[in-house]
């Protein structure tokens, strides 16, 4: 399980606040917690605090402060691919795009951006009619993705093809076909993609004594399913326990009556 930490994102408060007083304090508070709760990789995402002209300027600052307390590499999360861009030319390690969809002038420039600066890419299964409901429909976007990224020459444990999920207290029947979209991804390529979700979607608005709840075990289901990594709260220790105890359970790694522990100091 490879864990993005989701914090630095301008939809909390305090992140939204830093980014427009440019106040570098809490995304390095962040950027070193997460890594000390098991994040792999930090998810930089701007959200609407920033408004789109002072994107790119605003990825460049982001980029710079969380890697002057932290070693990990970063996600790239937003739409803005001036932005991206300026954040790669900055990241000391190979980054990730997040995201792409299946239209084919957006793939064109985010898979020559991935090669030129030999980051990953997130490619969700949507197009710009927006997220099916139906897996075969996923698969079929998910597909497209493949085939192109391919012909770019990006390798498959480069890309991370994410199924959408969509909050369950408004969208119940979405989580069994991302579920089932999970599965069928790893069919689609010799080697398979990677897979991704940004998991605390599911409990978006959900009361809070269910949300922790709801996360760990829609983790537990994907993973089963076929989930490589999660845009997740890399600081609900249960969930990272959960995280951990999935890998254990399916295979992936050799059991230790200390494997948590050994989950962490990887
Ligand atoms: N796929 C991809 N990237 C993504 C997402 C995805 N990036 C953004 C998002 N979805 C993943 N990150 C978050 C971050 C926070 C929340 C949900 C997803 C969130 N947080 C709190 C909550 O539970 O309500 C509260 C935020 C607040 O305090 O205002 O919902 O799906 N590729």
Redesign the pocket.
Known sequence: MIIFG??I?G???DIGDALRAKDPKPLQYWATKQEEGGAHYL?L?SGPAIPKEERAAAYEWMVNVVQEVCELPL?L?STNYDAIEAGLKLCKRPAII??VDAEPDKMDRVFTMAMQYNAGV?G?CMNKKGIPLDHDLRVAFAMEIVATADGYGLPMEDL?I?P??LPVNVAQEHALQVLETLRLVKTLSNPAPRT??????V????PNNI?NLLNRTFLAMAVSAGLDSA???ANDDDLVDVAATTEILLGHKIYADSYLKVFRAR
Request: aromatic residues 6%; hydrophobic residues 35%; without cysteine.
């Open positions: 989701e914090r994102n939809m909390y408060t998810d995402n996600v999360d997040n995201s997130v969700l991370y994410d959408l999920i991704v979700i940004g998991l605390t979607n409990s978006q608005k959900s949300t845009i997740m709260n």
